[in-house]
């Protein structure tokens, strides 16, 4: 998915499960894309470490919210066609995060969950 709907999305999960959250959401919404830029490592390889270090090392330090963002950008890139690594298994689906039609429809889904 696009950086835009992973923002999107995971800030409204916040705003209705968390609200004090949003800010720290929004952080941890891209940050596992974030992680792999500074470390210049390729595209999704980083991404299971990131549920490791968001589960065990941000929650307890009461930053729920960025843990809550990159879970949920995990969720999401696991929707895609490329899709993430779980536990050294390929976890995939149909979407194709260059698809504007896509993308839209995963933010318009949130909208209609979370009403």
């Not at 835009?4 to 999960?13: C, P």
């Not at 959401?25 to 792999?36: M, S």
């Not at 949920?72 to 390929?90: E, N, Q």
């Amino acid at each position: 998915m696009k950086w835009y709907t992973h923002i999107a999305t995971a800030t409204m999960v916040a705003a209705r499960l968390m609200p004090d959250q949003v800010a720290l959401t929004a952080v941890g919404a891209i940050l596992p894309d974030v992680v792999e830029n500074l470390f210049m490592a390729p595209h999704r390889s980083l991404h299971e470490l990131a549920v490791w270090l968001t589960v065990f090392a941000l929650v307890p330090m009461g930053m729920g919210g960025i843990a809550i963002g990159s879970l949920h950008h995990l969720i999401l890139d696991a929707l895609t066609i490329h899709g993430i690594t779980v536990f050294g298994k390929r976890v995939r689906w149909v979407l194709n995060t260059n698809n504007i039609f896509h993308n839209m429809s995963i933010i318009t889904l949130h909208l209609l969950l979370l009403l």
